[in-house]
């Protein structure tokens, strides 16, 4: 597990991402509706062991074998930089986390695979085939990306999460025009958003029963 965008930051509206690559890659990251304040470090491993930058230059544990940890992949850069460059100062801060529990990752091993911890495509797998056999089950498709829209992004999908965000996405910047003539919501607390930014009660969420009035 390779987790990026993990540097402590201000006012991110994604962070602490995973690339899932099949047919194309999608990005998964935390979305935390606002925007967040990262500056603050958890400075502990909490599924794993906790070792300084120096620890690991005594030790000659090379880049290589430190990206086998699933930790964070720009503190692994920052070890590399380091590593090469022995004439760099290290700060007595500076550290990484080497995930030792099966289906731990992140910068502080803080999260967990569910259903099935030996990878991250086989628990995401697992997640849609579980929503396969639920009674009257949600229909899957290319509704996950915005597909309406001809753009230049690379190998990355884009959803429809990435238009009128402010942020340009398209190298033409097709996903920021027109903006004032779409109509933006936001769902309450106890609301589930859709795929496509439609609110729902949160009651309805995977209660086995698909209403076509609804596109989820």
């Known amino acids: 597990m390779l987790l990026y965008n993990t540097e402590s930051s201000d006012n991110v509206e994604q962070f602490h991402c995973v690339y899932y690559t099949k047919d194309s890659t999608v990005k998964y990251c935390v979305r935390p509706g606002t925007n967040v304040s990262l500056s603050s470090a958890m400075n502990k491993c909490l599924h794993g062991e906790k070792l300084a930058f120096s620890e690991l230059l005594a030790r000659e544990v090379s880049p290589w074998e430190v990206l086998q940890w699933s930790s964070s992949v720009e503190q692994v850069d920052d070890y590399a930089r380091l590593f090469y460059n022995r004439l760099e100062p290290v700060e007595e801060q500076s550290y990484l986390c080497n995930c030792t529990k099966?289906?731990?990752?992140?910068?502080?091993c803080e999260y967990e695979l569910l259903f099935d911890p030996s990878s991250f495509s086989k628990a995401l797998q697992k997640v849609f085939d579980a929503n396969d056999v639920i009674k009257g089950h949600q229909i899957w498709g290319s509704i996950l990306f915005y597909v309406a829209l001809v753009c230049d992004y690379g190998l990355l999908c884009l959803d429809w999460r990435n238009i009128c965000d402010g942020a340009q996405n398209c190298m033409d910047g097709h996903d920021e025009e027109n903006c004032d003539l779409l109509e933006f919501n936001e769902c309450e607390d106890d609301e589930y958003r859709c795929v496509d930014g439609m609110c729902i009660s949160e009651e309805y969420w995977l209660d086995g029963e698909l209403d076509d009035k609804i596109p989820l």
């Open 102 to 108: 099966e289906g731990s990752f992140g910068k502080s």
